[in-house]
C-alpha cells in the first residue's frame, strides 16, 4: 500500500489543537516552545486556551495549524516508528507543512515564512478588500464560467462537490446571484477578510518573493505536491510556485486525482480537523483516509 501524508490549511484551527499530544510527548512540547521563542509570544497558549475568536486572526490560525500539524507529524513519527509513506502534500498553507516534513525548510524557517506570510496577506486585505464565496452542487466547469462572467475568480478547487470562489465583494455578490441561477445546492460566505488565492492578494505574492529570495533550500526527502500545479514541485521551481500559490487556484480535486494514478492508496491527515479527509472523500470515495490529531488516532496502524 503506498501512502501520503497531508497537512490541512487555514480554517482547520481548533482550541486545544496539539494541547492533548504536547501534553503527552515531550519532543511534541519542545515544539510549543520552540515556537513562543522564536515568534516572542505564546502561541501555546493562544492554540491550547483560545479564545476562538484570537486564534482565527490569520496570523494566529497559520502558525497554530503549522505547529499543531508538526506536532502530530513528529507524534507519529515517534509512536509509529515503522509508518512510511511515499509523498507529501497540504492544502495552501498546508503545503509550507509538507516542505517542512520533507526537510525542504526548517522549523524556524517556516515559522518565520508563515508569519511573513500572515503579515502580507493580512495587509493585502486591507489594500484590496474581498470576499469568497464556497459553491456546493455546481460542477466546476460551469463555475469557471460563472467566475469570468462575474469578474472573480476560482480559488480552491476543494472537491467534485464543492468550489470556492475569490474576489471583490461585487464581484462575489454577482457570482452569488449567478450560481443560484445555476443551481447550486448551496452557496456559503466565507467568514474571511480577502480575496484569497486571486490576484487581489498580488502585493503578498512579491512580499513572498522577497522573503524567499536569500533562503537556500533543501531537496525534498520525499516528493512534494505543489498547490499550483498538482505535480511534484521541481527544485528549480519550487520558490516561484509558492509565490504563485499565494494569487493561484489551489488545484486539490487534481492533486487527488494525480495521487490515485501514482498508486496512493491511503492517505493520512495530520492536524487539527478533518477537513481535507472529508474533502477526499468526496473526490474519491476508494481512498482510505485517517486523521492524526490526538493519542487515540495514534493507536490505530
Known amino acids: 500500500m503506498k501512502t501520503a501524508l497531508i497537512f490541512p490549511g487555514q480554517g482547520s484551527q481548533v482550541v486545544g489543537m496539539g494541547k492533548e499530544l504536547a501534553e503527552a510527548i515531550p519532543e511534541c512540547k519542545a515544539l510549543f516552545t520552540q515556537a513562543n ?45 515503522n509508518f512510511t509513506y511515499d509523498l507529501l502534500a497540504g492544502h495552501s498553507l498546508g503545503e509550507w507543512t509538507a516542505l ?17 506570510r500572515g503579515e502580507a496577506m493580512q495587509a493585502a486585505c486591507e489594500m484590496n478588500p474581498g470576499a469568497m464565496l464556497a459553491v456546493m452542487g455546481v460542477d466546476a466547469e460551469v463555475l469557471v464560467q460563472v467566475a469570468e462572467e462575474a469578474g472573480c475568480y476560482v480559488a480552491n478547487f ?13 464581484s462575489i455578490d454577482q457570482a452569488e446571484v449567478l450560481v443560484k441561477e445555476a443551481g ?22 512579491d512580499k513572498m518573493a522577497e522573503v524567499l529570495a536569500p533562503l537556500t533550500f533543501a531537496s525534498p526527502a520525499v516528493p512534494v505536491l505543489s498547490n499550483v500545479t498538482a505535480q511534484p514541485h521541481n527544485e528549480d521551481t519550487l520558490k516561484e510556485n509558492m509565490v504563485k500559490q499565494i494569487t493561484s487556484s489551489v488545484q486539490w480535486v487534481a492533486s487527488i486525482q494525480w495521487m490515485k494514478q501514482q498508486g496512493i492508496d491511503a492517505m493520512v491527515e495530520c492536524g487539527p480537523g478533518k477537513v481535507l479527509a472529508g474533502l477526499i472523500k468526496r473526490i474519491d470515495k476508494t481512498c482510505s483516509v485517517r486523521n492524526i490529531a490526538g493519542l487515540t ?3 490505530k496502524e
Open 100 to 116: 517542512y516534513a520533507a526537510g525542504v525548510v526548517s522549523f524556524e524557517e517556516t515559522l518565520q515564512i508563515l508569519r511573513a
Open 158 to 170: 476543494n472537491s467534485l462537490a464543492q468550489t470556492v470562489l475569490s474576489g471583490t465583494a461585487e
Open 184 to 205: 447550486a445546492k448551496r452557496a456559503i460566505r466565507l467568514p474571511v477578510a480577502g480575496a484569497f488565492h486571486s490576484p487581489l492578494m498580488q502585493s503578498a505574492a
Open 297 to 299: 488516532d495514534l493507536e
Open 37 to 81: 521563542e522564536i515568534l516572542g509570544y505564546n502561541l501555546e497558549q493562544i492554540c491550547f486556551e483560545g479564545p476562538q475568536e484570537e486564534l482565527n486572526k490569520s496570523n494566529h490560525a497559520q502558525l497554530g495549524i503549522f505547529v499543531a500539524s508538526a506536532v502530530a507529524f513528529k507524534a507519529l513519527q515517534l509512536k509509529q516508528p
